[in-house]
């Protein structure tokens, strides 16, 4: 079965620290894999996503993300964090054979210290 | 504004009532999804479409819930005989094929009383 861990409920980073957030999932094939943030009161907006090719992939706001088929990952990184980077991160893998169903982690939740 | 819109943004209602919310996906993207996200847990997958057709409900979380995408546009989630288990985020997002992102609304959020 699908599925998604985020073993990290809530990191604290200091402002201009480096970030990486931890993603590991369970899927038969090559997954689909997305980052998404949601601050509170908005929608989830997507960071970054892979669907093949280069395992390190670029997004918005500075952050990346490495795909490790051997180690069933997908962490976020981000070199220096900002205060405006406080959200609830959320990972998620899309089950191609199924219509593209997205089945997402619990989220990690990012505090900023300034 | 060409993303995805719910609405409304909130509902509340008292248990046993039926409430319907709406989705407009951005236009032209012919699959429509719906997930409903409680506090502290990420998005749970609920149904979908493609155009018209619903492709995959069984993940729905019971009877009472039911959606429709009648002219493959908008669509609507509805809930009947609500019970307080049913206050969550409920949210939609649509996107233009199978291998395609999917770009989410702002949600409804509906608290029963």
């Known amino acids: 079965a699908q599925s998604v861990t985020q073993p990290d409920i809530h990191i604290t980073v200091s402002e201009g620290a480096s970030l990486e957030l931890r993603c590991n999932y369970s899927?038969?094939?090559?997954?689909?894999l997305f980052w998404y943030v949601q601050s509170p009161g908005q929608g989830l907006q997507l960071l970054l996503k892979?669907?093949?090719?280069?395992?390190l992939v670029q997004g918005i706001k500075g952050f990346e993300a490495e795909f490790k088929r051997s180690q069933s990952s997908f962490n976020l990184r981000k070199p220096s964090v900002h205060w405006s980077d406080a959200a609830e991160y959320f990972c998620?893998?899309?089950?191609?054979?199924?219509?593209?169903?997205?089945?997402f982690g619990t989220g990690t939740s990012l505090t900023v210290i300034p | 504004d060409t993303g995805v819109s719910q609405d409304p943004r909130h509902k509340i209602t008292k248990r046993g009532q039926n409430v319907t919310f709406r989705c407009d996906p951005i236009s032209e993207h012919n699959r429509l999804y719906w997930y409903r996200q409680t506090l502290g847990q990420g998005p749970e997958f609920l149904t979908y479409f493609q155009n018209e057709a619903q492709l995959e409900k069984s993940r729905l979380l019971s009877d009472r819930f039911s959606a429709e995408r009648p002219k493959g546009s908008f669509s609507t989630l509805e809930i009947q005989r609500t019970e307080q288990g049913d206050s969550a985020m409920y949210l939609c997002a649509s996107s233009l094929g199978v291998t395609d992102t999917q770009y989410f609304g702002p949600g409804t959020r509906l608290t029963v009383l």
């Open positions: 998620a893998v899309g089950a191609r054979d199924t219509g593209n169903q997205f089945y």
């Open positions: 899927y038969g094939a090559t997954p689909y």
């Open positions: 892979y669907f093949s090719g280069d395992t």
